[in-house]
């Protein structure tokens, strides 16, 4: 089966408090989103890949190529307002009506081709994959500081990416409207009928979102 990956960086990173947009930030003198798009090659070399980032960030994507020598081959495709707009972008992109597609942040670069091989395995078996971990902190739901209660973290888990569906299923959850609660594309999935299967992923597989998160990539990359 035709597999794709949609790696999303059309965000504008605010919680990063910085200048450069966090995709382009280097560790270990290389940009995040260069880590990302190699981990997905690493995977297959017959990946169809899809980076989407804000279409006034391309001229600086392809400097940084050039600067950094990256020649991995994708297709470059604009942001939407939301996370939901860039992921139906990437996905209207692509001809093919059947296949499994993958969607990544592409501020997770800390990503291992054992997960991903995993996420289109286990969506070529149920049609959805989604990569999550188990809580290792103790949770209370919280109304006002002193109104708040325990709650059993077994319930819950934390949800990363990639999350891997059929292609078709995919093209018709996002053609739903848009709602705020369609922070990731199994809430869109599962809005629109289709059972999320559960697969594990790694505590390593950090989103980077604020500053602190780069010292844990720094660790764990090697470019
Ligand atoms: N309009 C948007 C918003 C987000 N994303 C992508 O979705 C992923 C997860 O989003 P997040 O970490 O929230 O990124 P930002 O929206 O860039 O950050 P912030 O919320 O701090 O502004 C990121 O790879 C981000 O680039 C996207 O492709 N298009
Ligand atoms: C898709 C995601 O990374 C899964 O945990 C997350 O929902 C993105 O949320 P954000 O608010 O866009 O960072």
Redesign the pocket.
Known sequence: MQEYAIIVAG?SGS?MKCDIPKQFLLIKHQPILMYTIKAFRAYSENLNIIVVLPEDQFEYWYQLCYEHSFTEKYSLIPGGE??FHSVKNGLESIDSQAGLVA?H?GV?PIISKEIIADSFEKAARYGTAVVSVPLKDSIRSVETATSNKAEDRTKFR????P?TFRLDWMRAAFSQSYQEVF?????VLESAGHPIQMIDGAYENI?I?TPEDLRWAEIYLNP
């Not at 922070?183 to 809430?187: I, L, N, V």
Request: contains cysteine; proline residues 0%.
């Open positions: 965000g919680r939301t996370r969607v942040d997770r934390l949800i990363q990416t999350q922070t990731d594309c199994a809430s989103k979102t």
